[in-house]
């Protein structure tokens, strides 16, 4: 019995969308993209799916999409990405994301559960051509908070870079460990992290509205950035509040959540 292994999933996602719609498309299981019909005044949805329903240790999931020249869409998620309890192995999240002159991103899946014991590598890429603009909100959560279960076992490595024509704009990683949440100076109990971001010009016009709702900077012209730790509903509520007034303010598009956010 010693050389059976548990079987491991490798999901792969492959977009391509052009200002007209899909152009092309690839997907392995159990990643899959949907594309339900958008709302009046709305952007085309392409909604990401993990027909596993999560993913186990070992587990992988790559993802890339490119928006072509002048391109609009908005990327959200049937549901919550669950990382599941791992026997050792890390469950792997890779992003890549290109958008071409003058597209345009709102890029809004829902929130990452981490249950208790799970082991995460996520790194995720976006390149920004001239004049691209990007909407940008996620969460991590610590624990199931609905079962009240904490997130006592495991460990966490995130990378986020973000690139523009003239190079890197931002770059962010996250390493931590489950005994992290507790320290004072790190997490200090948080039950979750939520983080928005605005790339698009004008985006310092948003902050004094923004910081109403969450924490946030500006990191650089053009370049906004909000972050809260604390309660899992809390957090979730403050990013659901941020995502409709960035997208009406600097988008110009109703002031409201993705449909599948609201189901």
Not at 107 to 119: H, K, R, S, T, Y
Not at 154 to 180: E, Y
Not at 212 to 227: D, F, K, S, V, Y
Request: proline residues 5%; glycine residues 12%.
């Amino acid at each position: 019995m010693d050389g059976i292994q548990h079987q491991r999933a490798h999901g792969r996602l492959q977009l391509r969308w052009g200002a007209k719609g899909l152009v092309d498309l690839f997907q392995a299981s159990p990643m899959r993209a949907l594309f339900p019909g958008a709302e009046p005044g709305e952007p085309a949805t392409i909604a990401q799916v993990n027909v596993a329903g999560g993913l186990a240790g070992g587990d992988s999931a790559d993802f890339e999409l490119i928006l072509e020249d002048h391109a609009q869409a908005t990327l959200t998620a049937a549901a919550a990405e669950k990382i599941y309890r791992s026997l050792g192995p890390e469950s792997r999240i890779t992003t890549s994301v290109a958008l071409g002159a003058g597209a345009r991103l709102e890029w809004l899946p829902q929130e990452v559960i981490l249950f208790d014991g799970a082991m995460l590598q996520r790194r995720q890429d976006f390149a920004l051509g001239a004049g691209a603009e990007l909407l940008l909100a996620e969460m991590l959560v610590f624990g199931r908070a609905a079962r009240g279960e904490a997130f006592a076992h495991g460990q966490v490595f995130d990378s986020w870079r973000l690139r523009g024509p003239q190079g890197l704009l931002w770059a962010d990683a996250l390493a931590m460990a489950a005994g992290d949440l507790a320290h004072p100076h790190r997490f200090h109990g948080a039950q979750a992290m939520g983080t928005v971001l605005l790339a698009a010009e004008g985006a310092g016009a948003h902050v004094p509205a923004l910081r109403e709702i969450m924490p946030c900077t500006l990191l650089r012209p053009g370049l906004l950035l909000a972050r809260a730790l604390g309660d899992a509903s809390d957090v979730r509520n403050q990013v659901a509040a941020a995502v409709p007034l960035l997208r009406s303010a600097a988008f110009g598009l109703p002031a409201r959540l993705p449909r599948l956010w609201r189901c």
